[in-house]
């Protein structure tokens, strides 16, 4: 890497980001909320069926001559009872969303609307509350210590319960069929995965596996319909769909039975866990609660986007990056794993596989969505300018721009480069990495509404790259939109070749 590669990083830190406050210039929020009932729906149609998300926020950029405005966020009536926001597009702004000490956020993990407590039995989950609230400090210190319980048992879990299953599947189904569709597969063992990394009991040894994937499914489904278009468009107009998904919530007794089954399988085989929960004076209920959406929603569903996203990424990159990948991992497995495997030790000499994860969590942040009310009267800061905050208005983050910001990341903010955070240079840029709601170079704390799983994450993250390069010189893949992030279909694999050494 050229030693001038970040050149803008050695400015002083003022020029580059944060100008003194009294040298931006106050302005008022830009924008408008338009009028009630009919603009936020003319906003709704805009994002998901006439403009799209990407277009719909940067055509107000454009008109306001700002990243930071006022406009109305999805899903709008009669599913939010307000939808005005003031949107948050860049790095500076941006991490406002991460400092409690202005800004609250109870009830806005799914944003201006919020699905009812009766799809979590009763419970305001830990995602829902606020660090100010007591039960936040109880629940998020239980998931640390389940967490931390479990530590040792991830990468074994992963490799018995994730990649020998997957890869197997796709193996057959490409030779078989010419192509695998690696969504569908991810989606039926990463929860096997998770079961048997969290408990030591996969839900496959527990009878109904498939029909409890589908339940799962439903349950999130019911939750996360607002937020999903264009997936009844094939048979219905589009208005019919948004009327259908966008305008009422979907009824939450079509989950009941199933969450019943999931209460089950998490009440016996989180039993475990559950003592743990009982140490930090959390009721077996509530934590039983707060482990099926942990597990279910928080980890399940970020990993239905992260490992397609990572796979779409890498097939896009094509042949050269993979043969890089697959030296460095096979090199680190010769001198630092264990009988040809991957061990920790061995992913921690893997710095291009490490900046892959990161840049795609940076380029594709798995949630795209932040938000936050203002506790107190605040100026909030861009780069060009500050704005009068008052209290209770809602703040609103969309990611992938923030983290695309080309005053952050320079002119190539918008391309997928895989070893953007290799060396020191790049180190430096993690702490503009915020797909867990906070930088990357902090850690998660009850105190904070940082992601509870960020490290969990970002090692089953490293070790899918690792193990894919293990097994694998190369593939390629037909890349399309599924319901959330990508949809992979593997056409291609070439078995590795080289065990360690140079790949060419
Ligand atoms: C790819 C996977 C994941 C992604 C993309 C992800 C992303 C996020 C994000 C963006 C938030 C903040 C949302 C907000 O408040 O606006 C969050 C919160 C949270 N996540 Fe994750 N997460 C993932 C996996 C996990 C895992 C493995 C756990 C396991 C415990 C977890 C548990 C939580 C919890 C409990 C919260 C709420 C934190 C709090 O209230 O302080 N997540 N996650």
């Keep these: 890497m050229s030693s001038n590669r970040y050149s803008w990083l050695d400015k002083p830190q003022a020029d580059r980001e944060q100008q003194a406050p009294l040298l931006l210039p106050t302005k008022e929020i830009p924008g408008s909320y338009g009028i009630p009932f009919i603009t936020p729906i003319k906003d709704r149609l805009d994002y998901y069926y006439f403009k799209g998300h990407d277009n719909f926020f940067q055509s107000k950029i454009n008109q306001y001559s700002s990243t930071v405005f006022r406009t109305n966020m999805i899903p709008g009536p009669f599913m939010a009872s307000d939808p005005r926001v003031i949107a948050v597009l860049d790095a500076k702004s941006f991490p406002i969303l991460f400092d409690t000490s202005k800004v609250e956020k109870k009830n806005v993990f799914t944003g201006t609307y919020m699905p009812s407590t009766k799809l979590t039995g009763g419970y305001r989950v830990c995602s829902y509350l606020d660090p100010s609230e007591p039960s936040h400090t109880k629940v998020k210190q239980f998931l640390f210590n389940l967490l931390k319980s479990r530590k040792d048992y991830f990468l074994p879990a992963f490799r018995s319960a994730y990649v020998a299953p997957i890869f197997s599947s796709v193996e057959s189904q490409v030779a078989s069929q010419g192509h695998a569709d690696f969504n569908a597969l991810n989606n039926d063992i990463a929860f096997d995965f998770l079961g048997e990394a969290y408990f030591g009991a996969p839900p496959s040894k527990s ?298």
Excluded at 353 to 372: H, N, T, W
Aim: aromatic share 12%.
């Design 207 to 504: 009878g109904s596996f498939i029909t409890f994937q589908k339940k799962v499914t439903i349950w999130l489904l019911l939750q996360l319909a607002p937020l999903a278009s264009n997936v009844l468009t094939k048979f219905l107009p589009k208005l019919v769909e948004d009327l259908l998904l966008h305008t009422f919530s979907l009824p939450s007794f079509i989950a009941k039975p199933g969450y019943k089954n999931m209460y089950e399988y998490f009440n016996t085989a989180g039993s475990a866990a559950l003592d743990l929960a009982e140490k930090v004076g959390l009721s077996r209920d509530e934590a039983c609660h707060n482990l099926i959406f942990a597990t279910c929603f928080n980890t399940y569903g970020g990993l239905r986007v992260l490992f397609p996203g990572l796979l779409r990424r890498l097939a896009q990159s094509g042949r050269d990056w993979h043969a890089r990948l697959a030296t460095e991992v096979r090199q680190a497995v010769a001198s630092h794993g264990e009988n040809g495997q991957v061990t920790l030790g061995a992913l921690e000499q893997m710095e291009l596989a490490k900046s892959v994860v990161y840049e795609v969590l940076r380029i594709d942040p798995p949630v795209e969505f932040q938000y936050a009310h203002a506790k107190k009267d605040f100026l909030l800061q861009s780069h060009d300018a500050q704005f009068q905050v008052r209290k209770g208005e809602m703040l609103f983050g969309y990611q992938p721009f923030a983290t695309r910001d080309t005053r952050v990341f320079g002119a190539n903010a918008g391309e997928f480069v895989p070893d953007r955070f290799v060396g020191s240079d790049g180190a430096k840029l993690l702490r503009y990495v915020w797909w867990s709601n906070g930088p990357e170079t902090e850690d998660p704390t009850v105190n904070d509404k940082q992601c509870a799983g960020k490290n969990f994450v970002v090692l089953v993250a490293r070790l899918f790259v690792a193990e894919f390069f293990l097994s694998y010189d190369s593939f390629t893949a037909e890349i399309s939109n599924s319901l959330v992030g990508s949809q992979v279909n593997i056409t291609s694999l070439t078995k590795a070749k080289a065990k360690a050494g140079n790949f060419y």
